[in-house]
């Protein structure tokens, strides 16, 4: 009796300390606890509790729509569509579940059926508030930012108190440059909202991005006054503290960042570019191994790949361990016959580890693509290194035969030093913009970039800072230089997809000569957008060829098939020294008059090329080293703009 008595008041003590739990018969219980979770943006929790919630009801029309809407801000589209239109089904006339439709259609890039939700919606509700949000992020996504401002300053006349309308429309203001109208609609919602710590970071963000540094922190400390643990005014301030100079400081909130949430690998890049610009390198280097171990970030890899290539000696293990990286992934391409993409990831790998035996596949791909002379100088290096063994041994012999007739032995050149890049173009990003999720996310992309062009026969990265504090520092860099050409790379980001801006200016005035865009989304989209970049600028320059053998109306260039070369091909020769780069756009100039010949190419071996000379005039200028260039052709079209992903992310979390 005595001992039962005990056991009754041991339980009667342990209810009062535990908390109630919800009746695991109740699924509401579970839906108000999951509802309060998403108020205090727990998303995870808020998972859990409707996902119990739908187990016990899986036809509780308002938890399937909330789960979605939990998967949304969670940044998985995908799943947030299946139970959006599960919650449609079980509640048909809810037009609240059309717009999220609506948005998270937007977020896939599935545009036109975002579209056809949002007509559905607003031709039954024309000025449903959450339809004409969608709507502008749907104008913006298609690249139509005016289009957006027009819709939400008619939407802020209506509801002119709207803390999300307000922030928005300050955001949509700033990313088109328009500062002042961006300055005016945030500085309302901070008078109509002062203690929302969300209206405090979008402001520092919009000050952060006019570069008025001092101005946003004073924003983002205020919302961390009124949201101690928000962590993305952590992750804003942090950059903030790199931009201005204090890397410890950085370092230090990152470090708390990290000790929160040990996935965040924003956080993890702060901090390795934090030590790099202290010149931690050894530091740096473990921090991004450690990051790449707990994500495979695309930025991580770049980073460190970058800072292996600039500050370890060839033989150091640690390279030949990312080349390998490389490898395989180039095999995996080529068992996909992707053989363009295979050839990236090998030099990508043997830019690492020169040194790898891997070299014979990259050789063996040269082959395949028609190119027995650039396979024949693979295995010779292999062989000066020491790796020749009896096949390689064997192939260089078969292919020295085989190649006894080529053209260039004909002409009794060697393609390895005759091999000139005619163009100079300096790669900059500017310091003061740092991107929204990876820190200089700019300075990244453009020595990714810079590397990309050491593979370029038609132009050539010059060897200057790629950290420039402004354009006309970059400007003057280039000019004085003596570089052709300068781009200035721009990153906008969020967490699915990146954008990459590359402006084309004239080194020699400073003038606009275009630019280049690429957008990319899902797996490898640094890598693809980059290379994007690359082959648009490599399209867009054109070929600069030179003379170098001239006899009896035939004559040698130093461009072939590799470069784009083929028979019937027809050229203009123009006088050494003659032609100007374009005081803007691209191109060069030169005088009709320094016209002196065609050259029509009748035989296109890898890397040079023969001809027919045929001179203009009566009297034969023609020498060798003249410039031989394409004949002018149509523009090309500028490419369509998507919308600035950053922007995209921030009006897609602004709740």
């Given at each position: ?5 005990i056991?009754?008041l ?7 300390q ?5 009746a ?23 998972a859990?509790?409707?996902?119990e ?7 509780h ?5 909330a ?7 969670l940044g998985?589209f995908?799943?947030a569509l299946?139970?959006v239109?599960?919650a449609r089904?079980l509640s048909?006339n809810?037009?609240a579940?059309?717009d999220l ?9 599935q545009?036109d059926?975002?579209?056809t939700?949002l007509a ?5 509700e ?6 004409l949000f969608?709507a502008s ?18 939407a ?14 300050a955001?949509?203001?700033g ?10 609609y945030i500085?309302?919602a901070l ?9 405090y970071?979008?402001?520092a ?6 570069g008025n540094?001092?101005n946003?922190?004073e ?9 101690p643990?928000?962590?993305p ?21 990152a470090?708390?960042i ?9 956080a993890?890049?702060l901090?390795s570019?934090?030590?790099?610009q202290?010149?931690k ?11 790449l171990?707990i ?6 890899r770049?980073s ?11 033989e150091?293990?640690r390279r ?6 490389h490898f395989?992934?180039?095999?995996e ?8 993409q295979?050839l ?6 043997l ?9 014979s ?13 650039r ?5 010779r290096?292999m062989?000066d290194?020491?790796?020749g ?19 260039h032995?004909?002409?009794k050149?060697?393609?390895v030093?005759?091999?000139?890049r ?7 990003s ?12 700019g300075a990244?992309?453009s ?6 062009l050491?593979h370029?026969r ?26 052709d050409?300068?781009i200035i ?5 969020s967490e ?6 590359a402006d ?5 005035t400073g003038?606009?000569a275009?630019a280049f865009?690429?957008?990319?989304t ?8 980059t ?12 070929l600069?060829i030179?003379?170098i053998r001239y ?9 072939g098939?590799v ?19 374009r005081?803007?756009g691209i ?7 320094d016209?002196?010949g ?6 296109a071996d ?5 001809g027919?000379?045929?001179r203009?005039?009566?009297f034969d ?6 410039e ?8 090309v079209p ?8 950053e ?9």
């Open positions: 009796m005595r001992r039962s008595l056991v009754c041991l339980f009667l003590a342990l209810s009062q535990l908390p109630a739990a919800p695991p018969s109740n699924p509401a219980l579970y839906y108000e606890q999951g509802r309060q979770a998403m108020l205090e943006e727990d998303w995870y929790t808020a859990e509790a409707l996902l919630c739908l187990r016990l009801n899986g036809a029309a308002q938890a399937t729509g789960l979605a809407e939990c998967y949304y801000a998985e995908d799943q299946i139970w239109r599960k089904f048909r809810d037009m579940l059309a439709e609506a948005f998270i259609l937007i977020a896939l890039g545009l059926a975002a579209d939700v559905a919606v607003l031709s039954r024309p000025y449903n508030k959450e339809a969608a992020e749907l104008d913006i996504a298609r690249g139509r930012s005016s289009d957006a401002i027009t819709r939400y300053k008619e802020v006349r209506r509801f002119p108190d709207d803390r999300r309308l307000l922030i928005s429309l955001l949509v203001l990313n088109a440059g328009d500062a002042q109208g961006a300055q005016y500085k309302r008078e109509q909202h002062p203690s929302d710590y969300r209206v970071y979008y402001a963000y919009l000050e952060s991005n006019a540094l001092e946003a922190l924003y983002i400390e205020e919302a961390l006054f009124h949201r643990q928000y962590l005014a952590a992750s804003l301030l942090a950059s903030l503290r790199y931009r201005m100079g204090d890397y410890d400081e950085a370092g230090r909130i470090d708390s990290i000790a929160k949430d040990r996935t965040d690998i924003n993890w890049h901090k570019m934090a030590f790099i202290e010149g390198t050894t530091e740096a280097l473990q921090l991004l191994i450690t990051a171990e994500q495979q970030d695309e930025f991580i770049v460190l790949e970058e800072l292996l290539l600039r500050n370890t000696p060839i150091d293990s030949a361990v990312y080349a390998t990286w395989e992934k180039a095999r391409f080529r068992k996909k016959t992707l053989i363009d295979a990236f990831e090998y030099r990508r790998g830019r690492l580890n020169p040194y790898a035996k891997d070299r596949e990259y050789a063996d791909l040269l082959r395949i693509q028609g190119y027995p002379a396979y024949l100088e693979e295995l290096f062989q290194l020491g790796m063994d009896r096949p390689i041994n064997d192939a260089i012999e078969s292919y020295n035969a085989l190649l006894e007739n080529a053209l032995r004909r002409w050149v060697n393609p030093e005759l091999a000139k005619h163009w100079t173009v300096a790669v900059f500017l310091i003061s913009p740092s991107s929204f999720y990876h820190a200089d996310a990244t992309v020595s990714y970039i810079k590397e990309l050491i370029n038609n132009m050539a990265a010059a060897n200057l800072e790629l950290n420039q504090p402004s354009f006309s520092a970059g400007f003057r860099a280039a000019r004085e230089a003596g570089c050409y300068f790379v721009s990153v906008t980001e699915r997809d990146i954008a990459i801006k084309l200016f004239v080194a020699r003038s606009s275009g865009y690429a957008y990319r899902g797996n490898d989209r640094f890598r693809n957008a290379r994007a970049i690359v082959d648009s600028l490599t399209a867009a320059i054109p600069r030179e003379l006899s009896q109306g035939q004559g040698l260039i130093d461009k098939r470069d784009g070369v083929k028979a019937g091909d027809v050229f203009d020769i123009v006088k050494k020294g003659k032609t100007l780069v005081n803007e191109g060069l100039l030169y005088a009709p008059a016209i002196v065609r050259f029509t190419v009748t035989e890898e890397e040079v090329s023969a027919s000379i045929s203009v005039g009566f200028l023609i020498t060798a080293g003249d031989v260039l394409p004949q002018p052709t149509e523009p500028e490419p369509q703009l998507i919308g600035d992903p922007l995209r992310s921030l009006l897609r979390t602004l709740r």
